[in-house]
């Protein structure tokens, strides 16, 4: 079952939209373009977006680029959907980050058919990606934090490459720091694999927690996990950065504190002879020369 996401805030086209998907054995989200669907898009990982141009507002355009920029959703197909035939888009659609155009109004069967050879082609590609590819984990090491961004079917490919990744020297090296797996872009995850992750997530030695970035296999985690005090689970990058502002917030309002409490020590005895509020104690008495011996 494909994953379809159509982004479109003209109300009448999100209608025709909806009576075209009606019925077919297809997950299918409808949505408008606003802040929060950049993230959704980001977590959810669809196998096709459709877009409803206006050309009218260049965020729409700039979404595109920032998807085209993202590891998980830069080769993920973008269909636009365009009121009308503008030949400057049509010449320089795919320069824009578009996979292909359709002109409005749409009519199911075209839409359809489009649909599925755009999907078709870009499994393909990610098949081919997936044997020619020597790397199927990325690591991004930077301001604290190690993000590993897994991109390939975790049992077959990604468990493999941890062993050559995780030497003695690196884990040494990265000791300290915010460990973050991202798996948006694993075709599928289930209980075993979470079960491999959980004794991976072991070699990171004195780490409390480990985050994943979790996208549409959040569910699949939290319902696996056995240690779920010691997995972080994110639904989208935004999330995770958010976590990490917190924390080192904690840090620096630790610091100062520390600052403050050693610029200012407390004393550790009380001078008893100038404190007006306490008695000095009695000289001891002389023995009294009345008294027999």
């Known amino acids: ?46 196998d096709i977006i459709l877009l409803g141009l206006s050309f009218r507002d260049k965020k729409e355009l700039e979404f595109v680029i920032e998807l085209r920029k993202d590891v998980i959703t830069q080769g993920i197909p973008i269909l636009a959907m365009i009121p009308k035939e503008d030949e400057n888009f049509i010449f320089n659609h ?8 359709m002109i409005k ?58 062993k050559r990744i995780f030497t003695p020297n690196f884990l040494k090296s990265i000791q300290g720091e915010h460990i973050c797996f991202d798996i948006r872009g694993v075709p599928e995850v289930g209980k075993e694999e979470v079960e491999v992750f959980e004794r991976v997530v072991k070699v990171f030695i004195g780490q409390d927690k480990i985050a994943f970035i979790a996208g549409r296999h959040m569910g699949a985690i939290i319902e696996h996990a056995l240690d779920e005090e010691k997995l972080l689970v994110f ?48 000289p001891p008495a002389e023995p009294n020369k009345d008294l027999p011996n």
């Open 235 to 282: 639904m989208a990058p935004n999330e995770f950065d958010d976590y990490l502002k917190v924390e080192e917030q904690k840090k620096e309002d630790l610091r100062k504190k520390e600052r403050k409490d050693k610029a200012h020590p407390m004393s550790e005895t009380q001078n008893t002879t100038t404190n007006p509020a306490v008695a000095p104690p009695p």
């Open 94 to 101: 795919k320069i824009l980050g578009f996979t292909d155009f």
């Open 105 to 162: 109004p749409l009519f199911k069967q075209a839409l359809l058919d489009r649909i599925h050879s755009l999907i078709e082609e870009y499994k393909s590609a990610e098949s081919s990606k997936t044997r020619d590819n020597m790397s199927f984990v990325v690591v991004d090491r930077s301001h604290g934090k190690v993000l590993f961004q897994c991109r390939a079917n975790l049992k077959r490919f990604v468990f493999p490459e941890f």
């Open 1 to 46: 079952m494909h994953f379809i996401m159509a982004i479109e805030n003209d109300l009448f086209a999100s209608q025709e939209l909806e009576n075209i998907f009606q019925g077919l054995r297809q997950r299918v989200v409808i949505t408008k373009f606003t802040q929060t669907v950049k993230e959704y898009v980001k977590s959810s990982n669809p």
